[in-house]
């Protein structure tokens, strides 16, 4: 079984829907939970970092950690075509230098 | 973007050949890493470096070697190229511990 589990869709929605993210982890030590967008052949984006337990919103991107359930989220509201690209979940353990991705959810905003 | 430039951006070989690929940041953070990506398996760490001469391994490292002599460079090397590094590799840099990595934008790699 593998340490982050991401649905890799594909996930295609209408303009404008609200588009929720998520993934799974077995791992209790992760305490740094990312999420990053992936153009086609362009390298990963940092969209959201955020620490332990909580949510965090930037603009219409909102990121939850529930640890008690080992789950994470990423909502993207009012959603937009330039929206479509591969979202990969990522997290760490405090002090570890490596990151466990999620294999990436590919996600289409149809206009 | 974060100040990471990776060359060669694309880049075919044969099988047995030395290939090293290159990483350029203009952040002068002290952490950079090599990750690869696959159909399947997402993002993988290679190798990473914490300062300049101190490198340590990930968990796809078999087959690789890096250096690193300078803050801003950070080399990926393939002593003898297999097909199963056919992949896209992908370099990020982080400016400490539990800090977020940011990417560069790859280089696709292609063994025959």
């Known amino acids: 079984q593998k340490e982050v589990e991401q649905d890799p869709g594909p996930l295609s929605v209408p303009e404008g829907a609200i588009v929720s993210l998520n993934c799974t982890y077995s791992?209790?030590?992760?305490?740094?939970f990312m999420w990053y967008r992936q153009y086609s052949r362009k390298g990963p984006e940092l969209l959201m970092y955020?620490?332990?337990?909580g949510n965090k919103e930037d603009g219409r991107f909102t990121a939850q950690v529930d640890k008690s359930s080992k789950y994470i989220s990423l909502f993207i509201r009012d959603s937009q075509p330039s929206d479509s690209a591969t979202y990969l979940c990522?997290?760490?353990?405090?002090?570890?230098?490596?990151?466990?991705f999620g294999q990436g959810t590919r996600l289409t905003i149809n206009p | 973007d974060a100040g990471i430039t990776q060359s060669p951006r694309h880049k075919v070989t044969e099988t047995g050949t030395p290939v090293t690929l290159r990483c350029h940041q203009t952040?002068?953070?002290?952490?950079m890493y090599w990750y690869r990506q696959d159909p399947g398996h997402g993002l993988r760490l290679i190798h990473y470096?914490?300062?300049?001469?101190?490198?340590d391994k990930g968990e796809v490292s078999d087959g690789y070697s890096v250096s690193r002599s300078k803050t801003e460079d950070f080399l990926l090397t393939l002593e003898s190229a297999t097909s199963s590094q056919t992949s896209v590799y992908f370099c990020?840099?982080?400016?400490?511990?539990?800090?977020?990595?940011?990417f560069g934008d790859g280089t696709r790699l292609s063994i025959l």
């Open positions: 990020a840099i982080s400016p400490g511990t539990d800090q977020p990595q940011h």
């Open positions: 791992n209790s030590a992760f305490q740094y």
């Open positions: 955020t620490y332990s337990s």
């Open positions: 990522a997290m760490s353990a405090a002090g570890a230098q490596k990151l466990v």
């Open positions: 952040e002068n953070h002290r952490y």
């Open positions: 470096s914490y300062g300049v001469k101190d490198t």
